[in-house]
C-alpha cells in the first residue's frame, strides 16, 4: 500500500481537485491508496478496464500526463475512483485508487489485506 507520496500534493492542484469534483462527484482526500495486483485473475482484469476509456482528467498545465479514471466501490460501501495516470512504463499491476475521505482509516485496512473493488460501469459512464 506504500508509494511515493506524490498523490498528496497531485490531488490537491486546484484543477485536478476540481475535476475530480466535476467528473467523478469525489472531493479527493489528499492521496492515493497505492496497490499492487498480485493474481492473474484480478491482473487481466485491470488490463480489460484499462482498455475502455474511462473519465479523463485533463492537464491545464503541459508539464503534467492526462489519466483516465473509473468509478469504484470499494469494500461495498465506500465511492472512489480508479486513477490511471497516462505515462509510458506506468506499472502494470499498480492501482490509484482515491475517495473523499482516507481510504485506509475508513476502512480499518492495514498494510498487506485484500481489498474488493467494484467497477462501476454504466451507459452514463464516458463523459
Partial sequence: MGGLKEANQFTQIPWVRRQFIEKLSIDP???????????????RAYQDLKKREGIEIVPEDPSFCRARCYPVLIHQRLRGAIVLPLVEH??????ELIASQKIQTSLSLKEGDEIEIEVLLYPSFSQ
Avoid: F, R
Fill in 29 to 43: 482526500y489528499p492521496g492515493t491508496l497505492n496497490l499492487q495486483i498480485h493474481d492473474l485473475d484480478s491482473l
Fill in 90 to 95: 506506468y506499472p502494470e499491476n499498480k492501482v
